[in-house]
């Protein structure tokens, strides 16, 4: 289980409340059907390091990957109004990206839905929003961009043109 929620009281809320329905789901189909107990692990932004791997990243740890490939399910919940392509949302992506190319079962909330958008637009590119914050702002502020920092650009920056 992977949570996305915001870094305070309230997502920290939000996150346990999500944690103790999913257990016990969890439990009611352990009862129901009489399976071995099931474990649940979660993690969150800080600590999902070790389930990541990609080999065109800093996560090249192949003990990653196997610890990725023994789970069965992933879940990711989190902040309905996050935005895939925000660095802070690096590795959620990283893991979406994972589960999408090997077929890993995956559920997700809204987040899970903006990314599945995001990445089936962007063939599992990672942008990097140049302006408002990643979060963009009207097209006529690209005029506040020196020339300087305009050469600058990359292949992989963009600029997000939001009313």
């Keep these: 289980v992977h949570g996305g929620h ?8 939000e996150a346990a ?11 009611a189909i352990e009862q129901e059907r009489a399976l071995d ?3 649940v692990t979660y993690r969150d932004g800080d600590t999902i390091s070790d389930y990541l791997y ?6 090249t740890d192949p003990e990653a990957k196997r610890k990725f490939d023994c789970i069965d399910i992933i ?15 690096y590795k959620i992506g990283l893991l979406f ?10 559920f997700c909330s ?10 089936c637009a962007t063939s599992y590119k990672f942008i990097n ?3 408002g914050n990643e979060k963009g702002t009207r097209l006529r502020h690209i005029n506040d961009f020196a020339k300087e920092e305009l050469a600058q650009l990359t292949a992989n920056d963009a600029f997000l043109d939001s009313i």
Excluded: H
């Design 37 to 39: 107990r099931n474990e």
């Design 129 to 131: 929003v140049v302006n």
């Design 97 to 106: 990206k994972m589960c999408k190319t090997t077929n890993k079962c995956l």
């Design 110 to 119: 809204v987040c899970g839905m903006l990314m599945l958008a995001y990445y």
């Design 54 to 59: 990609d080999a065109n990243t800093i996560y």
């Design 6 to 13: 915001k870094n305070n009281s309230q997502g920290k809320g």
């Design 17 to 27: 409340v999500f944690i103790k329905t999913f257990a016990n789901v969890l439990k």
């Design 75 to 89: 879940i990711i919940a989190g902040d309905p109004n996050i935005l895939p392509w925000e660095k802070k949302n």
